[in-house]
């Protein structure tokens, strides 16, 4: 069974927006390639990802997958999103830093407010 955040990552190269319900949203930001004239070099296209803490309302898109994927039912999946989330929001208020396998890091600043580091992979 995968972990949750390797759903995460899988669905970010598919998808513009992963939503941790009750928490926020992974949201991909295109930039396309470019050349630099002085040394005359290409930069590819790239996908990198922020969160954004306003988009927490539930689209069913990482349950649906982890249902389909770990051929599990919907409920099922849903109630792992759920416990993920809880735990995820319990981890930052013991230890104010979480780090995400292949995405990056939560952690809460000084003013309370949940804050995301991106390991600025390439999506």
Known sequence: MKNIEEHIFNLLFLHDCVTLPGLGGFVG??????????TNTFSPPSKQINFNKH????????TH??????EIAYNE???MVKNYVQNLKQELDNNKRVELNKLGTFFIDNNRLLKFISFGFNF
């Open 65 to 70: 997958e982890i249902a389909k994927t770990e």
């Open 77 to 79: 999946a849903f109630l």
């Open 29 to 38: 930001t295109h930039t396309p390639s470019k050349f630099n004239k002085k």
């Open 55 to 62: 988009l927490s309302t539930d689209d069913g898109l990482l």
